[in-house]
């Protein structure tokens, strides 16, 4: 009785390794175009693949080791960069920051006073601002703000997803309405955005994505559940898309993900570290803004804040549970949110 067993084991992305059990063992390289490639030449693919592995990695490790200060920039001098949230914080912040260099600044927040206030700070220092009174959760709103903004504007080339809201409260004590509110904001909007000005860049090969999430989206966190979630979504959304792009072959579409510690706004008003000497201290938003805005410069795929805590990022996933939890308490995340008293509780 003869019996034939198969199994493939992808080389590259042409290859693929056919064992066939019969009267006896045969073993042949198949290429998906019919012609048969040899042992010696599978296997000096193998080895220049592992070539390029560790020469990518010592390339990343030289990078590393050069100062950001001294690494080439691009310009933004004379693009359309687009914020959400724009009416107060981070991203008045960041508009003001690339306005600063140059780019002409599309302003987007649900707070209509808090946005005009933004452009009129722009425009006082001689940048060009054009602000809409947008709610982002809503695609349709969306999308007609997108049509707008084409006609008065131009194509958004650098599109900053910094609209973000947080509730707080424990996972039981957060009402249904919140839950969805915070997805609609903090991730569901990305979406919207996304379709609405990503189709331009695609076709000119050429724009930026920038995702503020948060380290968050990195640690699940004590009474952020919702918070939590929605910033890991958000993590993922730009992996996701950064691989969708550089395999269809759109990698001049830059994206980057921004991950931050507790930054020292209304947003998180009333968070407190037990020992900020010790711990991590809350942010101060002139930090983070520096950095965000030197990572889209320098086409950064991800921004850490502080940095130094993106050894924590990859420690979680090789230390023991208890190992883990003490950390956390450590740098207080077990009891920073129970004074929390956030923007829309102090207004």
Not at 171 to 179: R, T
Not at 205 to 234: E, P, Q, R
Not at 324 to 331: A, E, V
Request: aromatic share 10%; proline share 3%; hydrophobic share 45%.
């Amino acid at each position: 009785m003869f019996v034939d067993y198969t199994f493939s084991t992808t080389l590259t992305l042409e290859q693929m390794y056919s064992v066939h059990v019969g009267q006896g063992l045969s073993c042949e390289w198949i290429s998906f175009r019919g012609s048969k490639m040899s042992l010696p030449r599978a296997l000096l693919e193998q080895l220049w693949s592992l070539f390029l592995l560790l020469w990518y990695c010592l390339e990343a490790v030289i990078l590393a080791c050069i100062p950001r200060s001294m690494r080439k920039r691009k310009s933004v001098v004379g693009e359309i960069v687009l914020v959400t949230g724009a009416g107060s914080g981070i991203g008045r912040l960041l508009a003001q920051g690339f306005g600063q260099l140059g780019a002409t600044i599309v302003l987007w927040d649900v707070n209509q006073a808090g946005n005009e206030e933004t452009a009129d700070q722009i425009r006082e220092n001689g940048g060009k601002a054009y602000e809409y009174t947008v709610d982002v959760s809503n695609s349709e709103k969306v999308y007609e703000a997108a049509l707008k903004v084409k006609q008065d504007v131009g194509d958004v080339t650098i599109l900053v997803n910094n609209a973000g809201i947080v509730t707080g409260k424990s996972f039981l004590d957060c009402p249904d309405h919140m839950i969805k509110k915070t997805m609609d904001v903090n991730i569901n909007a990305h979406f919207w955005t996304l379709k609405a000005f990503l189709p331009s860049m695609i076709a000119k090969d050429k724009g930026h994505i920038v995702n503020i999430a948060s380290l968050a989206g990195l640690f699940g966190m004590n009474k952020l559940v919702d918070y939590t979630t929605s910033k890991f979504a958000a993590v993922g959304l730009h992996d996701a898309l950064h691989y969708e792009l550089v395999f269809s072959g759109k990698a001049g579409v830059k994206t980057t993900v921004v991950c931050p510690f507790f930054i020292d706004t209304g947003m998180f008003s009333g968070v407190k570290i037990k020992d900020p000497l010790l711990t991590l201290p809350l942010l101060k938003p002139s930090y983070v803004v520096r950095n965000v805005i030197d990572s889209v410069l320098l086409e950064e795929q991800m921004c850490v804040l502080p940095r130094h805590i993106f050894l924590g990022v990859l420690l979680k996933y090789w230390l023991p549970e208890k190992a883990t939890l003490h950390i956390f308490r450590r740098l207080g995340f077990d009891e920073c949110m129970s004074s929390f008293v956030g923007r829309g509780k102090r207004d």
